[in-house]
């Protein structure tokens, strides 16, 4: 998992062609979220969805790197002033602390358009099939965009100020948090062809992992360590956000995590994925994450 997760950040720190002389300003604050020590998930969950059916690594590569892109424009937005008006980011100054924020909002666009672009290449430099790579243009633009991680953001922000029920909980963790994580792994199985069976049974398995997800991320906001983190916790109490444990508590939020994560396990256990090993590790190691 490390040797993908540093093969993901090679590429990514020379992803912008030479060529295209870009902003020297654009492409420092574009590089230092995307260099600022992510975990790499959702690449690694292309990547092993793919292997998972057969795929190839090589293959998986830039589609790994283009969601890491959507994800990192994601967190530079939501550390927004406007948003979530986050100071620190994996123990760093958040974009706009560091570049201002007209030049935060431009990083992440250039991130967000650039992905798009680093999905063809797996077409033009690695022989994925137009086809293949047309269905995860349209899954990106899907699982991302209003009715995927936007609309859930929105979700989210809009929780912020009324009244949430759980139903409404369950929506924004969907989309803010799940979708990308479902794009994932089915865009690993796109890229290895995977068929209908194959990409349902991985979409099974990303919607309860982005779901386990979510709630470990607002249990770790509230008893996590700052210094593991590399951000403040509380900020979930200090924004009044309703979550998961202010629902039902933090232990009942624990089982829920245990419970969604054997869920996700088992969606891969009916025979239709060939390799699910790494998958499956993945899950576990989720489930025991601190940061
Ligand atoms: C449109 C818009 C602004 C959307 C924002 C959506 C948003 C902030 C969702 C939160 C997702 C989440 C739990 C991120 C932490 O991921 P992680 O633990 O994988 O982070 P890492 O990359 O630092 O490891
Ligand atoms: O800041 P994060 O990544 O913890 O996400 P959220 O804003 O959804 O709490
Ligand atoms: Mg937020
Ligand atoms: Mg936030």
């Known amino acids: 998992m490390k040797e993908i997760a540093e093969a993901v950040s090679t590429r990514l720190s020379s992803s912008l062609p030479a060529v295209w002389n870009v902003p020297e300003t654009l492409s420092q604050a574009m590089d230092y979220s995307l260099m600022a020590g992510g975990k790499r998930l959702r690449p690694l969950l292309v990547v092993a969805a793919a292997e998972a059916l057969g795929g190839s690594r090589d293959a998986a590569m830039p589609v790994a790197c283009a969601v890491e ?14 948003l979530d008006n986050d100071d620190f980011r994996r123990g760093k100054p958040t974009n706009h602390k560091v570049f201002g924020e007209a030049m935060a909002i431009l990083a992440g666009d250039g991130l967000l358009t650039h992905a798009f672009y680093s999905v063809v290449q797996a077409s033009r430099q690695q022989g994925v099939s137009a086809e293949s790579a047309l269905a995860i243009v349209e899954e990106l633009s899907r699982f991302a965009g209003p009715g995927g991680m936007v609309g859930g953001q929105v979700a989210d922000m809009q929780g912020e100020q009324g009244v949430t029920d759980l ?3 369950r929506y924004i963790h969907e989309h803010k948090t799940g979708d990308l994580i479902v794009f994932s792994v089915r865009a690993g199985g796109h890229i290895a062809s995977g068929n209908a069976e194959q990409l349902e049974a991985l979409e099974r398995y990303g919607r309860a992992l982005g779901h386990a997800f979510q709630i470990q991320d607002d249990i770790l906001d509230l008893i996590g360590d700052e210094s593991k983190l590399g951000k403040k916790t509380q900020s979930d109490v200090i924004q009044q956000k309703v979550t998961y444990p202010y629902f039902i508590g933090i232990e009942a939020s624990r089982a829920e995590v245990e419970r969604l994560t054997s869920e996700a396990k088992q969606a891969l256990q009916n025979g239709a994925i060939p390799n699910p090993q790494r998958l499956l590790e993945i899950a576990d190691l989720l489930l025991r994450r601190d940061h």
Not at 69 to 82: E, F, G, K, N, R
């Open 69 to 82: 892109m959507v994800h990192t424009y994601s967190l530079i937005h939501d550390d927004l002033p406007a």
């Open 167 to 169: 139903d409404q909980l």
